[in-house]
């Protein structure tokens, strides 16, 4: 599907959502694609997931409200509320730092107020994504660890859908730890793997899976060598220890001091 289908798609009844909630509208700032179409690691079955941003109300700015987000369970669609996502991304959340680092074409939509976040989006890169990063790619792992067992334990008939999910989880782990380099050695946020595509899709696709569908010792020295990376780009990288709390403060108080005068 590229991104004209795509278009078409969301501009359809089952998006109508995006037109009629409440919180969306024309308070969106910005669209794009979330999963595998975000990352380039897509294939002809691949679900389509939308991520976006929403502005706060003016009544929720002046009542200190918050809905936080709204989600769409059948079209897999996640709108982060504007304050919400201010808060994941200080803390370099990898499901929400991801969103501003697409490639250009992978965005649907961006308002003005959305294209000065992507600009502004050095400010929320710190020391914590070597923690936060880390955190997702061990919770992969330990997915990764039981799908593995389930194949262990005798469950020969699931083999073929476990063989994908545990390829799939495979390159989400080292996809991880690629993200967070860049994060560390840049302070760059690069969501479209375009220069390890090849090696991803390898991954995805079973090139290290035992004829028991199980990881290979390659694949754990692999994922080794790019922990001893992370760990020395993290020693070593420039990054502060904290995020520019000051600059992302006065740009929340801009983006909704005009919310609340109808500048927007």
Partial sequence: MNMNEIRKLISGAEYNFLNTNKH????????????????GTNTESSDLDIRGCT??????????????HFTDVPTDTTIYSFMKLIRLLTSCNPNTIEILGLAPERYIYLSDIGKELLENRKMFLSKKAY???SGYATGQF??????????????????????????KHMMHLLRL????LDILEKAEIVTYREK???L??????????????????????????YKKKLEYAYKNTDLPESPDHKKIREFVISVNERVVLGKI
């Fill in 142 to 167: 330990h997915r990764l660890e039981n799908k593995s067992d389930g194949i262990a334990l005798g469950k020969r008939n699931k083999n073929a859908i476990l063989h994908n999910k545990i390829g």
């Fill in 196 to 198: 390890e595509h090849d």
């Fill in 131 to 133: 923690l936060s990063f």
């Fill in 177 to 180: 730890y690629l993200m967070c």
């Fill in 200 to 225: 991803l899709m390898s991954i995805r696709n079973g090139a290290f899976l035992d004829s028991e569908s199980q990881p290979t010792a390659e694949f754990f020295a692999l994922v080794e060598d």
């Fill in 24 to 39: 969306l509208g024309r308070n969106i700032i910005l669209l794009g694609l979330g999963g595998s179409h975000a990352y």
């Fill in 55 to 68: 502005l706060n109300s003016k009544e929720e700015i002046l009542c200190g409200e918050d809905f936080e």
